[in-house]
């Protein structure tokens, strides 16, 4: 299926720009020290063996989507928590291993459509729930073995009583 306007994509390609690929040879540890305080996504073109503690917290801290080029025996379960606080979609790129039922019940909180991104054998059904709360149209694209009555009538209830969702979806409501 395509979702962009066809006649836009054929005038990118038919267009003079060309893209420019780089080639990153980074031979040192200051090469990659330097690389990556240019921008911290650079992370993904330094080898492993640069990629040292200092230099991954530094990037992490600096950018939270740089989590998925930190080698795993250099993570921790801080540093997967604190990224996906920072932002949600850091999610994707935690490895499953450090993907908790706590962290990914925050990212249903925020956006509950992403709940379709992840893992089915950590999604729980607090989750489902969570997410059915916030936008009641997720119930009809939940796999048949999951829906029941009752989280119909969360659904339907989300779906019918728009202003009670908007106080669940905002954690800074004061009511």
């Known amino acids: 299926m395509n979702w962009g306007n066809s006649r836009s994509q054929h005038a990118y390609n038919v267009g003079s720009y060309e893209k420019k690929q780089y080639q990153v040879v980074v031979e040192s540890q200051q090469k990659a020290n330097e690389l990556v305080f240019k921008n911290p996504m650079n992370l993904k073109f330094c080898p492993y063996r640069f990629r040292n503690q200092e230099l991954c917290d530094w990037a992490l801290r600096k950018n939270p989507m740089c989590i998925g080029y930190i080698p795993v025996e250099k993570l921790t379960q801080d540093h997967c928590d604190w990224a996906v606080k920072q932002n949600y979609m850091a999610h994707k790129f935690v490895d499953l291993s450090f993907k908790t039922e706590e962290m990914l019940f925050y990212v249903?909180?925020?956006?509950?459509?992403?709940?379709?991104?992840?893992?089915?054998?950590?999604?729980?059904?607090?989750?489902?729930?969570?997410?059915?709360?916030?936008?009641?149209?997720i119930y009809r694209n939940l796999p048949n073995e999951v829906k029941s009555k009752d989280l119909e009538e969360i659904a339907m209830r989300a779906e019918y009583e728009p202003h009670k969702r908007q106080i669940?979806?905002?954690?800074?409501?004061t009511k």
């Open 108 to 137: 249903v909180s925020i956006a509950p459509l992403e709940i379709f991104n992840m893992p089915s054998q950590l999604v729980s059904l607090r989750m489902i729930k969570k997410a059915l709360s916030l936008n009641g149209s």
């Open 168 to 173: 669940y979806a905002n954690p800074y409501a």
